[in-house]
């Protein structure tokens, strides 16, 4: 099965610098990558996602890079603010795809230090 | 639009017993459903995933179990609580069928089990 690994599992950064979480996936099957963010105490929500044909994708501050090559994709978040402070979690889902969803990273705690 | 509703949001209940949280999805037909748990500052394990009403599909042993009475309608169970048990407990859906769907996940129920 898919196996996501997901770096660092805590970072920190000053607001207004740039911060950069790393994944990379088993399965060369692997299609479809979202990224979500979970608030302390709340539901995880999608905030991004990139699909294999796709190298790169952009949502203002926040953009994805996928190298199918090397098996890893990466979330970049420019001109950090407080409110980006929260758990991101990567994930996976091969192909064909089955109806177990997503396998998830084990998460990156991303704070953000005024 | 899409929305689900889990309940309810925190539980506190003592070891050995009864367990029973439900989730229903609104707005869309046949969803594949998912029961993730969350340990406090850990990532996602899935539980539970079904595709379809009576169709359950169990990721790890454990006490709990599942069902799906109805094609929105999803509910995780168990008969004696365990400490381990306690958690933070989200349900989730995606298209049916949906290879590169993303998961939508609701606002989660937080037990503890004393």
């Known amino acids: 099965g898919e196996n996501v690994e997901q770096h660092p599992s805590t970072l920190s950064v000053q607001e207004g610098d740039s911060a950069v979480i790393k994944c990379t996936y088993s399965?060369?099957?692997?299609?479809?990558f979202p990224w979500y963010k979970q608030e302390l105490g709340k539901r995880p929500q999608l905030i991004i996602d990139?699909?294999?044909?796709?190298g790169e994708k952009k949502d203002q501050r926040i953009a994805v890079t996928l190298n199918k090559t090397a098996k890893h994709f990466s979330l970049h978040i420019t001109e950090t603010q407080p409110e980006d402070s929260a758990v991101y979690f990567c994930?996976?889902?091969?192909?064909?795809?089955?109806?177990?969803?997503?396998?998830f990273g084990k998460g990156t705690h991303l704070i953000i230090q005024p | 639009s899409q929305t689900i509703h889990q309940w309810p949001a925190t539980l506190v209940q003592p070891v050995g017993s009864p367990l029973s949280l439900e989730c229903t999805v609104e707005?869309?037909?046949?969803?594949?459903l998912y029961w993730y748990r969350q340990a406090a500052g850990r990532g996602l394990q899935l539980l539970f995933y079904?595709?379809?009403?009576?169709?359950i599909s169990s990721e790890v042993p454990q006490n709990l179990s599942a069902s799906r009475p109805q094609d929105r309608q999803f509910i995780l169970s168990s008969k004696k609580l365990l400490l381990s048990d306690s958690g933070f407990y989200l349900c989730?859906?995606?298209?049916?069928?949906?290879?590169?769907?993303?998961?939508?996940f609701g606002n989660g129920t937080r037990l503890t089990v004393t």
């Open positions: 989730a859906w995606s298209v049916h069928g949906g290879r590169r769907s993303p998961l939508h």
């Open positions: 399965d060369s099957a692997s299609n479809y």
């Open positions: 990139i699909r294999s044909n796709v």
């Open positions: 994930a996976a889902i091969p192909w064909p795809g089955g109806a177990d969803g997503l396998t």
């Open positions: 707005g869309t037909s046949n969803p594949n």
């Open positions: 079904s595709v379809g009403i009576g169709q």
